[in-house]
């Protein structure tokens, strides 16, 4: 049976699932380290030592995922049965997450929160890793690819950035009571219910409108007895390709990045730039318009230079603008906290750098679909789910090593606990930036020096699916 072309609406469906990943990202990303430690008054390393635990531990699942995802047998396929039964228990447990029992002693706290927290990451990945594994399944072509993984992104993006955008202007306003909106306890439980509600819907709409493809998807390899030893050798020869491994190397250092940057976000947008929740959820929407940018952007130049060559120029672009403000700050270059000037510079410097953040992930996620086929020429088999899982195991993992080694940057400056915008010494802001950008220009550069070690370009690929046509044509004259 022939495989049509993915339309327009296919790719809308299947990017629309990611929102519940976005939604879950910018929950862990942006508020659960404020929310655990200035709000309920977790110690800042408990609650970072907790967020590495559930990430490793998750990150451990996703193989299994993968790998479950390459070889499941079902009337539904490989991918999509997993994908349906994720939809609940993500809704159930990411509202838990936020609506903690009252009166927990401190160690109670950190064990709810641990557990509470894995769960949420493990059934998220029932979704996400089969989900992800589809791109290389619904399309083989080498800029197509490139195209359905920026719906994904933008979906993400948009997903996450419409939740934090409305707990800032809905769940965490300032009152009464909380003169500090992002203080307010009871705002983060309906930020966290509603956010539930968002991701299940999310997903059940992805699985559904990518079902018709369902017969028309790659078939698992044939029943075989199962066998440790096999499976992990299948495992280890999967994973030696060269690309994988030059990928894998650029998001060991992309993810701790990544994740260092996402737990201080809050920290430099309310106690560095002395932000109202209002100028944190306006900031938010420089990166609704960055997603929509990219999205656009991101193919086009893949198709005109390459894969790899638009990653790595991207990346470096990035990495030059997205520190600028804090460190312009630091020479006395930028406009002074609570001027009419500073929203305004904080907004531009924020789109450039995060429209080249996102194009610049768009391309290289695309990079991994072009595995596939490079791996199946050495070792005979589809290797999606593994591919992928791979890899949101790294950024899971590695990411929670970012954010544990934010809560540790916090502590060596001597960041107070209950910190009020305006209270928090001028020398500690001022240290929060000068340990904060060489930490992550430095990271940044060493998954760029992995990027360009990345072999498969448009000509190889193309290749490797001739190569593939001709060995089934032999099987098949056989």
Not at 61 to 66: A, C, E, H, K, N
Not at 139 to 168: C, P, Q
Not at 437 to 448: D, F, H, N
Request: proline letters at 6%; a neutral charge.
């Amino acid at each position: 049976m022939s495989r049509p072309a993915p339309s327009l609406s296919t790719k809308l469906y299947y990017g629309f699932g990611s929102v519940a990943f976005g939604v879950k990202d910018q929950g862990f990303g942006f508020l659960l380290l404020l929310y655990y430690n200035q709000v309920l008054g977790l110690p800042e390393r408990w609650v970072g030592l907790g967020i590495m635990i559930t990430l490793i531990a998750d990150a451990f699942l996703d193989p299994i995922v993968g790998y479950v995802s390459d070889n499941l047998h079902t009337r539904w396929g490989r991918r999509h049965p997993l994908m349906y039964l994720s939809a609940i228990p993500v809704a159930l447990s990411y509202g838990l997450l936020w609506s903690p029992p009252a009166g927990l002693s401190q160690g109670e706290l950190f064990a709810y929160f641990v557990a509470i927290s894995i769960l949420v990451r493990a059934f998220i990945s029932l979704y996400e890793v089969p989900s992800a594994s589809l791109v290389p399944e619904l399309t083989t072509h080498y800029d197509e690819r490139t195209s359905l993984l920026g719906f994904r992104f933008f979906f993400g993006w948009w997903g996450g950035l419409a939740m934090a955008v409305l707990a800032f202007q809905v769940f965490l306003q300032p009152s009464a009571a909380f003169p500090v909106g992002v203080l307010n306890a009871d705002g983060y439980h309906a930020y966290g219910w509603t956010a539930a509600i968002v991701m299940a819907c999310a997903i059940v709409l992805s699985a559904a409108g990518t079902h018709s493809y369902i017969p028309h998807l790659r078939k698992p390899p044939p029943h075989r007895p199962f066998d440790l030893a096999r499976t992990f050798a299948e495992l280890r020869d999967t994973l030696a390709n060269r690309s994988f491994l030059a990928l894998f190397g650029a998001m060991i250092f992309a993810s701790m990045a990544g994740g260092l940057m996402a737990a201080l976000n809050i920290y430099f947008n309310t106690f560095f730039w002395e932000l109202t929740s209002n100028q944190m959820s306006l900031l938010v929407l420089t990166s609704f318009v960055a997603a929509a940018i990219a999205l656009a952007a991101a193919p086009r130049i893949s198709v005109r230079i390459g894969k790899k060559a638009a990653a790595v120029s991207i990346a470096l672009a990035a990495i030059v603008l997205g520190p600028a403000p804090v460190v312009l700050r630091l020479v006395g270059w930028f406009p002074e906290n609570h001027t009419p000037a500073l929203m305004p510079a904080l907004l531009a410097t924020n789109l450039v750098a995060l429209t080249l953040t996102i194009a610049s992930s768009i391309v290289s996620s695309s990079m991994i679909a072009d595995i596939v086929e490079d791996s199946e020429l050495k070792t005979g088999r589809r290797s999606e789910g593994t591919f992928f899982a791979s890899m949101s195991f790294v950024q899971k993992s590695v990411s929670g090593i970012g954010i544990f080694t934010s809560t540790l940057l916090l502590g060596v400056i001597g960041f107070p606990q209950n910190a009020k915008p305006g209270e928090v010494g001028a020398e500690v802001v001022r240290d929060l930036g000068i340990v904060y950008t060489p930490m992550i220009v430095a990271l940044y550069l060493c998954s760029i020096a992995f990027l360009a070690m990345y072999p498969i370009s448009r000509a190889r690929h193309e290749e490797n699916l001739r190569r593939l046509a001709d060995d089934a044509d032999a099987r098949a004259g056989a």
